[in-house]
């Protein structure tokens, strides 16, 4: 089975600048979020989707920060514009709809994103 | 907000040894997790706990939820150079949509 699939690995962008991260989660996985993992701390939730819907983004900068998952599928997180603060790793996770285990939450390896 | 404190923040194991860690939070969740994280990639699951007092193992990983449902530790036993990494704790509450509240991480680290 494919794991989930974030690209690119890495990106370093000038503060004031956008930038995007793309992820592909496991297929036929409804539930995606996007963390963010600033070094030296644990990951972060900033926004839950299941399936095309929002199902928690409490904790998301929506100044500067946007998701979208349109199709149910691969997901897009934005940041426009960045600051000096953003520089994090960035993880997509997904998970099935049924999992009570929790096994099936499987973290993509990441988007490490340095702002200058 | 809800917050999980480990300690220690960081350990140097020598090959064989037991490691100890630990988690407390100041609120309750229903279920308990333990992460490792390997350098260049994401979280990976060793151990969930489900109810409280639980004790559960995995191969030489052990764990406990805690009885006030606030706390729980990992131990590794004989430890291999194989569990250098970060090691992470995490809450999740079912009444939040089963989002993970994670810990600081406890950094695993090879005694020179």
């Known amino acids: 089975e494919a794991g989930v699939a974030q690209s690119p690995r890495y990106k370093i962008i000038e503060k004031r600048q956008s930038v995007a991260f793309w992820c592909n989660p496991i297929?036929?996985?409804?539930?995606l979020y996007w963390y963010q993992q600033i070094l030296g701390q644990g990951p972060k939730l900033l926004i839950q989707?299941?399936?095309?819907?929002?199902?928690?983004d409490s904790q998301l900068p929506k100044d500067r920060f946007s998701a979208e998952r349109l199709k149910g599928v691969d997901s897009t997180l934005k940041i426009q514009p960045a600051k000096l603060e953003d520089s994090a790793v960035y993880l997509c996770?997904?998970?099935?709809?049924?999992?009570?285990?929790?096994?099936?939450?499987?973290f993509g390896s990441g988007t490490r994103l340095t702002v200058v | 907000g809800q917050q999980l404190n480990q300690s220690p923040q960081s350990m140097f194991i020598q090959e064989g040894e037991d490691v100890s860690m630990n988690c407390t939070s100041s609120?309750?969740?229903?279920?308990w997790l333990w992460y490792k994280q390997d350098p260049g990639e994401g979280p990976v699951l060793l151990i969930a706990?489900?109810?409280?007092?639980e004790l559960t193992s995995n191969g030489r990983l052990t764990a406990q939820f805690g009885i006030t449902r606030k706390d729980s530790f990992l131990n590794i036993s004989a430890s291999i150079p194989s569990d250098v990494g970060i090691y992470f704790c995490?809450?999740?509450?079912?009444?939040?949509?089963?989002?993970?509240?994670f810990g600081g991480g406890t950094r695993v680290l090879v005694k020179p």
């Open positions: 995490a809450g999740q509450l079912k009444a939040a949509g089963n989002k993970l509240t």
């Open positions: 706990l489900y109810k409280a007092g």
């Open positions: 996770a997904s998970r099935p709809i049924k999992d009570d285990s929790n096994y099936g939450y499987t």
């Open positions: 297929s036929g996985h409804a539930t």
């Open positions: 609120s309750i969740f229903n279920t």
């Open positions: 989707f299941q399936n095309n819907g929002v199902v928690d």
